[in-house]
């Protein structure tokens, strides 16, 4: 349990900087801060996913708690406005906020006046619970609950102009056909909330600015123990409501109960864990790569498979993805779904990363038929980068892949600002072969398993790992080449990427003190720096707009996902401290609480960026605590 007491929750700076997030199992959520306040764009308590698992919309925004009291109202929302202006201030009356069994509940006090809430979500549907209880008060209490509403993509902004269709009815209302608020003692308003202010959305350079639809409240008069409760869905029968939320609210806390039995957890910080890939996994199954604006990308799924479908004990679920996603292979190459629902095919190790997913799956289930199953894909896959594919991805007489094309960055260090790569890392990338290598020897073994030939495929990988010694193994001793045969020659940039070569399964290709001497200067309490700060291209701090964000991703910024290869490569050195995840345990409960962010800033004190709920990081925290074990 994750819980902030007074001096956090009545620092709106403080408050409104740690996030909660709850999600459907569809790419839907609810999402805010501590606080209440509403920092992004992406805040709300219905976010519905129109197309699983993307294609999200935002809806019901806020449900802010008023306390009538006699001539009294107390607010207990915060919002901020343009100019900076922040009215109401209702976290200065929060006692504490608390993350239970995946659960958020906030507890207000004001002059012996004692209120909770708590939010949840239905799992495989789009519908929201939220309860407010009275715990204690000394006089008569009238709670209201005023409904901020609009309906729009996550990634855009709406304002004023005309009013929205809203069709009302004793117990709340129809927000232009497309969503269902219900709950008790509703009345019907409409106003324009103008000029509201998303301070997350401004630090990032983006707009900061858009009013939402005030379309009524929902009351109730309440005596000590009493709820009111109120639910909001979306889907195609907005006729048929969900469980109650109290309903809701339960049924989560005892799904978070039998995920975390169901994974193994040995502490409080697997359970969290455990719940957080819970919230990852969607409908498809899949991936969802992070919440808030990410939706399924095979990199992601692939890199995050075994921490969160093996870790998890999710073997069923984890079969028929790895099914799924075979069937998306064309030209041996997996497709690499856009968040805007197109199919892309630009990426050189989500494939690779797909391979050592079948092996990891096949290794630790046992599960030999789906390795028969998925065979001829996986020799397909081998076959067409022996031949050569897109985007210049080809074996070479070495034995090993290269890759690259004008324009595109093709590894996971792939951000691009004006269309031009940051870290295009064109010619033969060291995780890349790292993973061809191991690759091949999934596809031997599983041939052998079907009673095939394997000796071609040991044959290949014979010889790729002779020539990534070679080549890879930098003569000075200090670990191993980025990249070889290069547009410019042989990279000798200090990245993480060669902790790939030890922490893959098997014998390490390479001596692991080595590498871990190399890397020494990446290393961080929360994962591993994408570039040493020793670089004369190194930034240590991942701000500002689209494009200084995009310029730092992997030129410095420290990335939380590569703590597991780095545990194995301690585990593999023979040395491991006892608090070598200290670091990001303490994490878990600081920013996207319950989960582990995507990134955080290269400089100390490494403040966390990027997507605060991000499914790699969460499995290679999960699969790196188990390795330690």
Same mark, same amino acid.
């Given at each position: 349990?994750?819980?902030?007491?007074?001096?956090?929750?009545?620092?709106?700076?403080?408050?409104?900087?740690?996030?909660?997030?709850?999600?459907?199992?569809?790419?839907?959520?609810?999402?805010?801060?501590?606080?209440?306040?509403?920092?992004?764009?992406?805040?709300?308590?219905?976010?519905?996913?129109?197309?699983?698992?993307?294609?999200?919309?935002?809806?019901?925004?806020?449900?802010?708690?008023?306390?009538?009291?006699?001539?009294?109202?107390?607010?207990?929302?915060?919002?901020?406005?343009?100019?900076?202006?922040?009215?109401?201030?209702?976290?200065?009356?929060?006692?504490?906020?608390?993350?239970?069994?995946?659960?958020?509940?906030?507890?207000?006090?004001?002059?012996?006046?004692?209120?909770?809430?708590?939010?949840?979500?239905?799992?495989?549907?789009?519908?929201?619970?939220?309860?407010?209880?009275?715990?204690?008060?000394?006089?008569?209490?009238?709670?209201?609950?005023?409904?901020?509403?609009?309906?729009?993509?996550?990634?855009?902004?709406?304002?004023?102009?005309?009013?929205?269709?809203?069709?009302?009815?004793?117990?709340?209302?129809?927000?232009?056909?497309?969503?269902?608020?219900?709950?008790?003692?509703?009345?019907?308003?409409?106003?324009?909330?103008?000029?509201?202010?998303?301070?997350?959305?401004?630090?990032?350079?983006?707009?900061?600015?858009?009013?939402?639809?005030?379309?009524?409240?929902?009351?109730?008069?309440?005596?000590?123990?009493?709820?009111?409760?109120?639910?909001?869905?979306?889907?195609?029968?907005?006729?048929?409501?969900?469980?109650?939320?109290?309903?809701?609210?339960?049924?989560?806390?005892?799904?978070?109960?039998?995920?975390?039995?169901?994974?193994?957890?040995?502490?409080?910080?697997?359970?969290?864990?455990?719940?957080?890939?819970?919230?990852?996994?969607?409908?498809?199954?899949?991936?969802?790569?992070?919440?808030?604006?990410?939706?399924?990308?095979?990199?992601?799924?692939?890199?995050?498979?075994?921490?969160?479908?093996?870790?998890?004990?999710?073997?069923?679920?984890?079969?028929?993805?790895?099914?799924?996603?075979?069937?998306?292979?064309?030209?041996?190459?997996?497709?690499?779904?856009?968040?805007?629902?197109?199919?892309?095919?630009?990426?050189?190790?989500?494939?690779?990363?797909?391979?050592?997913?079948?092996?990891?799956?096949?290794?630790?289930?046992?599960?030999?038929?789906?390795?028969?199953?998925?065979?001829?894909?996986?020799?397909?896959?081998?076959?067409?980068?022996?031949?050569?594919?897109?985007?210049?991805?080809?074996?070479?007489?070495?034995?090993?892949?290269?890759?690259?094309?004008?324009?595109?960055?093709?590894?996971?260090?792939?951000?691009?600002? *004006?269309?031009?790569? /940051?870290?295009?890392? !064109? @010619?033969? +990338?060291? %995780?890349?072969? =790292?993973?061809?290598?191991? #690759?091949?020897?999934?596809?031997?073994?599983?041939?052998?398993?079907?009673?095939?030939?394997?000796?071609?495929?040991?044959?290949?990988?014979?010889?790729?790992?002779?020539?990534?010694?070679?080549?890879?193994?930098?003569?000075?001793?200090?670990?191993?080449?980025?990249?070889?045969?290069?547009?410019?020659?042989?990279?000798?940039?200090?990245?993480?990427?060669?902790?790939?070569?030890?922490?893959?399964?098997?014998?390490?290709?390479?001596?692991?003190?080595?590498?871990?001497?190399?890397?020494?200067?990446?290393?961080?309490?929360?994962?591993?720096?994408?570039?040493?700060?020793? *670089?004369?291209?190194? /930034?240590?701090?991942? !701000? @500002?707009? +689209?494009? %200084?964000?995009? =310029?730092?991703?992997?030129? #410095?910024?420290?990335?939380?996902?590569?703590?597991?290869?780095?545990?194995?490569?301690?585990?593999?050195?023979?040395?491991?401290?006892?608090?070598?995840?200290?670091?990001?345990?303490?994490?878990?409960?600081?920013?996207?609480?319950?989960?582990?962010?995507?990134?955080?800033?290269?400089?100390?004190?490494?403040?966390?960026?990027?997507?605060?709920?991000?499914?790699?990081?969460?499995?290679?925290?999960?699969?790196?605590?188990?390795?330690?074990?």
């Amino acid at each position: 349990m994750v819980r902030w007491a007074r001096q956090t929750c009545g620092s709106l700076d403080e408050a409104a900087g740690r996030e909660w997030m709850v999600a459907d199992g569809l790419g839907g959520s609810a999402m805010g801060t501590v606080a209440g306040l509403r920092t992004r764009r992406y805040h709300g308590l219905l976010v519905t996913a129109t197309e699983p698992p993307i294609g999200r919309r935002l809806g019901l925004a806020a449900l802010d708690p008023v306390l009538v009291v006699g001539d009294r109202r107390i607010r207990l929302a915060t919002h901020e406005w343009s100019g900076g202006t922040v009215d109401p201030h209702g976290h200065i009356h929060l006692d504490w906020f608390e993350l239970d069994g995946g659960v958020p509940r906030w507890r207000w006090s004001n002059g012996g006046i004692v209120v909770e809430a708590e939010v949840a979500m239905t799992r495989g549907r789009c519908a929201v619970g939220v309860r407010h209880r009275l715990v204690a008060a000394p006089v008569p209490v009238r709670l209201e609950l005023h409904a901020l509403c609009t309906w729009r993509d996550v990634h855009g902004e709406r304002f004023a102009g005309g009013d929205p269709d809203v069709e009302t009815s004793a117990d709340g209302f129809v927000f232009e056909g497309s969503y269902r608020v219900r709950g008790p003692g509703y009345q019907p308003q409409g106003a324009w909330y103008r000029n509201v202010h998303y301070r997350a959305e401004a630090e990032r350079g983006l707009n900061a600015i858009e009013d939402l639809w005030f379309a009524g409240h929902f009351a109730a008069d309440l005596a000590p123990g009493d709820t009111v409760d109120v639910e909001a869905w979306a889907g195609a029968d907005l006729h048929d409501p969900p469980p109650g939320a109290g309903a809701i609210i339960a049924a989560a806390r005892q799904r978070a109960v039998l995920v975390a039995e169901r994974a193994g957890a040995q502490d409080d910080i697997d359970a969290t864990l455990a719940v957080a890939a819970d919230h990852l996994v969607v409908a498809g199954p899949t991936i969802v790569a992070g919440y808030p604006w990410f939706g399924d990308w095979s990199r992601d799924t692939m890199t995050s498979y075994e921490g969160t479908i093996l870790e998890t004990g999710r073997h069923d679920e984890g079969r028929e993805l790895l099914v799924r996603a075979a069937a998306s292979v064309s030209e041996g190459m997996l497709a690499n779904t856009a968040d805007a629902g197109g199919t892309e095919f630009n990426t050189v190790d989500g494939t690779l990363w797909f391979l050592h997913a079948v092996g990891r799956h096949v290794e630790r289930t046992g599960d030999a038929d789906l390795g028969v199953e998925l065979l001829p894909t996986l020799q397909s896959i081998v076959d067409h980068h022996v031949s050569g594919t897109r985007f210049g991805i080809r074996v070479d007489d070495d034995g090993l892949v290269t890759q690259g094309a004008d324009g595109w960055a093709l590894t996971w260090m792939d951000a691009r600002v *004006d269309g031009q790569p /940051i870290t295009p890392r !064109r @010619g033969k +990338p060291v %995780e890349v072969n =790292a993973l061809w290598i191991r #690759g091949l020897f999934v596809v031997a073994a599983l041939t052998t398993r079907a009673g095939g030939d394997p000796s071609k495929l040991l044959a290949m990988e014979a010889a790729a790992r002779r020539s990534f010694v070679a080549r890879f193994v930098r003569a000075d001793g200090h670990g191993l080449y980025d990249v070889v045969d290069s547009t410019d020659g042989d990279d000798g940039s200090v990245r993480p990427n060669q902790l790939l070569a030890v922490s893959l399964p098997g014998n390490p290709l390479v001596d692991a003190g080595s590498v871990l001497a190399a890397v020494e200067p990446l290393v961080t309490s929360i994962g591993m720096r994408s570039l040493s700060p020793r *670089d004369p291209r190194y /930034i240590g701090r991942h !701000r @500002g707009g +689209p494009s %200084e964000g995009d =310029a730092a991703y992997h030129q #410095g910024t420290v990335w939380p996902w590569l703590i597991g290869p780095y545990v194995d490569t301690v585990l593999a050195a023979g040395a491991a401290p006892p608090e070598l995840l200290s670091g990001l345990d303490a994490h878990v409960n600081e920013w996207g609480l319950g989960s582990v962010s995507e990134t955080a800033d290269g400089d100390a004190p490494h403040a966390a960026t990027g997507c605060p709920f991000q499914a790699w990081s969460v499995a290679e925290l999960l699969r790196a605590r188990r390795r330690l074990r």
